[in-house]
């Protein structure tokens, strides 16, 4: 189930399937987010939707701004002993947190994205699939007031060496790939298993029809039935690409 929580109690619901009784595993990821529209379609499609759909996984989102005072919902302010830009104050965001952390009694494993995050990868999003329930804030403007990382206990990640406009795009990206680990989520469980980056390997070359595309050949091994040499086959390409694409992951 595809939600988004609002600060009245009532949930508005972007998208509401029957969950598949055959499967008991459930995760809970929740969303704190100044632009909650922002997650409807890129969460709404292909994998992520069908294990929603399945019961999987609930993915809720909640805005930050419904838990701010004042006539304007101001959710920022000036830095103490100043500088450029505006950071997203306390208060809003706790009461946010405390509002979401009750709906569910499984306590979330907190994650704040922020460029000065330890890096994600697969070792992580691996670890990520692990857990119960996820919750990740997602900032805006100059970043958070320290003091929300340290009260909330939340973990910061980072997706790269880069500034974006927000946590919205980084929070997908690590939702995208912790959902696709769970099991059931792919159509074939043996999928992710071949995966880029799960063996400490770049995934080997793929093929598919036809054998021939202007003048570019199948290789014949993949042709020729034997799956023993395709394995060694593959694996041997798996290291020449990471040897080549990314040697610092074979160190």
Known sequence: MFQHQVRNDKVKLIRENPCNPWLNIVMRIDVLTLFPEMFESPLGHSIIKRACEAGIVNIALTNIRDFAKGPHFKVDDKPYGGGPGMIMAPPPV??????????????????????????????KATELAAEDRLLFIAGRYEGFDERIRIGLDAEQISVGDYVLSGGELAAMVIIDA????????????????????????????QYTRPEDFRGM???????????????????????????????????
């Open 178 to 205: 912790v959902i696709r680990l769970l099991p059931g989520a792919l159509g074939d469980e043996d999928s992710a298993k071949d995966d880029s980056f799960s063996d400490s390997l770049l995934e080997y070359p």
């Open 217 to 251: 050949k199948v290789p014949d091994v993949l042709l020729s039935g034997n799956h023993a040499e395709i394995a060694k086959w593959r694996k041997e390409q798996a290291v020449e690409r990471t040897k080549k694409q990314r040697p610092d992951l074979l160190d």
């Open 94 to 123: 706790f009461e946010c947190y405390e509002h979401v952390c009750s709906l569910s009694p499984k306590k979330p494993k907190t994650i704040i994205l922020t460029p000065q995050g330890s890096p994600f990868d697969h070792r």
